[in-house]
């Protein structure tokens, strides 16, 4: 057993108080004469015995006690291996783990916060002993070491680290590190994480620390360092229609996230490297602002672009990296029945046929309803079920899995559809049911009127010209026959049109990547006259464009930290990722929407990356996850377990510090031993003062 504060232990000497006191009320008895003795004699052997031994038993306890309390003041610990009875020289094994994510790039009083984590990291190793072995290992980015090494080396891997901007698996690297520390034959193990306490990296360590056995976890804290913080706090569109030529609005959210107050900022956006606007930035602590920009994709494919914060104090994280992607075409299948089923013919057709023949946006194909099952469905942006009585309930999963994956999926009903098919295939989306029918087809009788419309989708984003406030006036169809549908209550759906009996018209939902846009109407003159209002063809080629679109605004985005997967239709046996460091080859695996990418993307940092095959290429963007710039410190209660220790460094001295290390890593505090035993001691020299009648005869 060795001390942390070993000058307490002068405190012991407090022990002699009592023993003082009890030697100063040893007196000799005065001899006074009295006629009759016997009695007393009697006392003599047995009363008075009994109450020296009380004297001493109480003596005892009080010395135990104050001893006890003594030697809690002086912090004692057990060195490594004397818990399980190994000699406490024994060879150890240390493994450090070092966060080195941007919050470690902040300067504090002693300097950056990463080189104040290697200063503790030489204290470690000067408080080793020679036979003692190390694993040096980083919370960011790849892998640094993992392999058993001496002090030389130790010292010579820690000059070469410094701060990553890359993904966070601090919980991976603590899971890893026990592994190997299970797994080696050294009898005494150590597990050190040097870090500053950020929310963002130790969010998953609770979890992580709960799964693992006998973990025994060092928290070393280098406390809060307050920086002022200007970020991107993300970049959106407001439609997801995205063209060659066509202007796109970028939104820039923009975000202080400190307590200090900024001005003379600004954020700029780049877009094939030209600057496309710049603006001054003001804000209040904790404040958020949102700026416009407007650019026009050149071609098709994609493009890149990068929005920056400058005049900021954290610079880090002041780069925010997008790409906009344009496909060439959106490819789209038509199911549709026989014509010789119904008794007029779709518009739908027309729609598609005058849209292709003067856009090359939009490209269609027809199939039958039996093709439904067909793999080639994969291939196509959406799908379009118009006018069948029946949709297959093997293509039920088929249909499922492409809204799920991010395609569209457009409904039109049959004037003879089986509606309890219908709802059979709806309930795959959770989206509502068919109630029943209302009017009479090809009866031209207006039973209700499309005459609210959902003026913020983006279906309808600059296809009017008024201002806003003011009513907005437009043809509206009449309806001779449609099917009642009753939406059902989860989010993720509202109607395009809603009619004036408040049944939906047109109804989107959301459900996975993608999305089911449900018209309660055919699309031939038998349900409604809404053919020939001027409302109906770009109402119907912007919901064509917009269910053939990427859920995600054309956006291509993979945040760092995270497994990449990336669904691409490219040759699987020569796709390759190029990065601005390297060229690599990903695993790959053939999927019915095209081929998956798969890639642990540990090395990479913000920026761009490319996935290409010998005729196509794919652009995405890398960006840091947003937490990374938040610098909210997590609680150490919050992390720690019972079995895991706990040291701030920024209260404490070189030396100080030195042996609140050793202690919390290289031994185990048992003060608190002491300090139950001190107050058993107590409790039971009362007990003996009450309860101990020395002067009872029995």
């Keep these: 057993m060795?001390?942390?504060?070993?000058?307490?232990?002068?405190?012991?000497?407090?022990?002699?108080?009592?023993?003082?006191?009890?030697?100063?009320?040893?007196?000799?008895?005065?001899?006074?004469?009295?006629?009759?003795?016997?009695?007393?004699?009697?006392?003599?052997?047995?009363?008075?015995?009994?109450?020296?031994?009380?004297?001493?038993?109480?003596?005892?306890?009080?010395?135990?006690?104050?001893?006890?309390?003594?030697?809690?003041?002086?912090?004692?610990?057990?060195?490594?291996?004397?818990?399980?009875g190994a000699n406490s020289q024994v060879p150890a094994l240390n493994a450090i783990l070092i966060d080195n994510s941007i919050s470690m790039s902040r300067i504090g009083e002693e300097g950056p916060l990463i080189e104040q984590a290697k200063k503790i990291v030489r204290s470690i190793e000067a408080s080793s002993k020679d036979s003692d072995r190390f694993i040096l290992q980083t919370t960011n980015g790849e892998a640094m070491y993992s392999t058993i090494i001496g002090h030389n080396q130790l010292l010579d891997r820690l000059e070469a680290m410094e701060v990553a901007p890359r993904g966070n698996y601090t919980a991976e690297r603590i899971t890893g590190?026990?592994?190997?520390?299970?797994?080696?034959?050294?009898?005494?193990?150590?597990?050190?994480?040097?870090?500053?306490?950020?929310?963002?990296?130790?969010?998953?360590?609770?979890?992580?620390?709960?799964?693992?056995?006998?973990?025994?976890?060092?928290?070393?804290?280098?406390?809060?360092?307050?920086?002022?913080?200007?970020?991107?706090?993300?970049?959106?569109?407001?439609?997801n229609m995205i063209g060659n030529g066509l202007p796109v609005q970028l939104t820039v959210d923009v975000k202080n996230v400190s307590d200090i107050p900024v001005a003379n900022q600004f954020v700029s956006l780049m877009y094939e490297d030209e600057l496309v606007g710049q603006y001054s930035v003001s804000l209040a602590a904790n404040a958020s602002a949102s700026y416009d920009f407007e650019v026009i994709p050149s071609s098709t494919g994609t493009s890149r672009g990068k929005v920056t914060i400058e005049g900021d104090e954290f610079t880090a994280d002041n780069d925010y990296f997008f790409v906009i992607e344009v496909p060439e075409t959106r490819k789209i299948a038509w199911v549709r029945e026989g014509e010789e089923n119904i008794d007029f013919s779709s518009y739908t057709g027309l729609v598609l046929e005058a849209v292709t023949a003067n856009d090359a946006k939009l490209n269609f194909a027809r199939f039958n309803a039996e093709d439904l099952g067909s793999s080639t469905l994969n291939e196509y942006d959406a799908v379009?079920?118009?006018?069948?009585?029946?949709?297959?309930?093997?293509?039920?999963?088929?249909?499922?899995q492409l809204v799920q994956e991010g395609k569209g999926l457009v409904f039109f009903p049959a004037e003879n559809g089986d509606i309890r098919n219908y709802n059979n295939f709806l309930s795959q989306f959770n989206q509502g049911s068919f109630e029943g029918m209302n009017g009479t087809y090809a009866s031209f009788e207006s039973i209700a009127r499309?005459?609210?419309?959902?003026?913020?989708?983006?279906?309808?984003?600059?296809?009017?010209?008024?201002?806003?406030?003011?009513?907005?006036?437009?043809?509206?169809?009449?309806?001779?026959?449609?099917?009642?549908?009753?939406?059902?209550?989860?989010?993720?759906?509202?109607?395009?049109?809603?009619?004036?009996?408040?049944?939906?018209?047109?109804?989107?939902?959301?459900?996975?990547?993608?999305?089911?846009?449900?018209?309660?109407?055919?699309?031939?003159?038998?349900?409604?006259?809404?053919?020939?209002?001027?409302?109906?063809?770009?109402?119907?080629?912007?919901?064509?464009?917009?269910?053939?679109?990427?859920?995600?605004?054309?956006?291509?985005?993979?945040?760092l930290g995270n497994d990449f997967e990336e669904t691409v239709t490219m040759d699987l046996a020569s796709i390759k990722i190029e990065t601005k460091e390297a060229e690599v080859i990903p695993e790959t695996e053939s999927v019915p929407a095209g081929v998956l990418v798969k890639y642990s993307g540990r090395e990479w940092?913000?920026?761009?990356?490319?996935?290409?095959?010998?005729?196509?290429?794919?652009?995405?963007?890398?960006?840091?996850?947003r937490d990374e710039s938040y610098f909210v410190r997590m609680n150490e209660d919050d992390v720690l377990a019972r079995n895991q220790s706990y040291v701030d460094a920024t209260r404490l001295n070189s030396e100080t510090l030195t042996n609140e290390i050793q202690a919390s890593g290289f031994g185990r505090e048992i003060w608190s031993w002491f300090m139950i035993a001190g107050i058993v001691f107590l409790v039971l020299e009362s007990l003996t003062s009450i309860f101990f009648k020395a002067e009872t005869i029995s």
């Design 2 to 84: 060795s001390f942390l504060s070993p000058v307490f232990l002068i405190a012991i000497a407090a022990v002699g108080l009592p023993l003082i006191i009890h030697l100063l009320n040893i007196r000799r008895p005065q001899k006074v004469p009295f006629s009759t003795l016997a009695f007393f004699r009697e006392l003599q052997k047995t009363t008075i015995k009994r109450i020296q031994i009380k004297k001493y038993l109480l003596l005892i306890l009080r010395l135990l006690a104050i001893a006890c309390l003594a030697v809690v003041l002086a912090r004692p610990f057990l060195p490594p291996g004397s818990g399980s």
């Design 177 to 239: 590190l026990a592994e190997v520390l299970k797994d080696s034959p050294y009898q005494s193990k150590r597990l050190f994480l040097i870090t500053d306490g950020q929310q963002s990296q130790l969010n998953e360590v609770p979890e992580t620390l709960e799964e693992m056995e006998d973990a025994n976890l060092t928290l070393i804290s280098l406390g809060q360092v307050e920086v002022q913080n200007t970020i991107i706090a993300g970049i959106e569109t407001s439609t």
């Design 384 to 400: 379009i079920l118009d006018g069948l009585e029946n949709i297959p309930e093997f293509a039920f999963n088929q249909l499922q």
């Design 450 to 559: 499309g005459n609210r419309l959902q003026e913020d989708h983006p279906v309808y984003a600059g296809l009017f010209d008024h201002k806003d406030g003011d009513e907005l006036r437009v043809s509206v169809p009449d309806v001779y026959y449609y099917l009642k549908f009753k939406p059902s209550p989860s989010p993720g759906g509202f109607s395009l049109i809603r009619m004036n009996t408040g049944d939906p018209l047109v109804r989107e939902k959301r459900f996975g990547n993608g999305k089911l846009i449900v018209s309660t109407i055919g699309n031939d003159p038998g349900w409604s006259d809404f053919t020939i209002k001027p409302l109906y063809a770009p109402f119907y080629y912007r919901m064509l464009l917009y269910a053939a679109s990427s859920d995600d605004g054309g956006f291509n985005e993979h945040l």
């Design 605 to 625: 940092s913000p920026g761009w990356i490319t996935i290409k095959d010998e005729e196509h290429t794919k652009e995405i963007a890398l960006n840091l996850e």
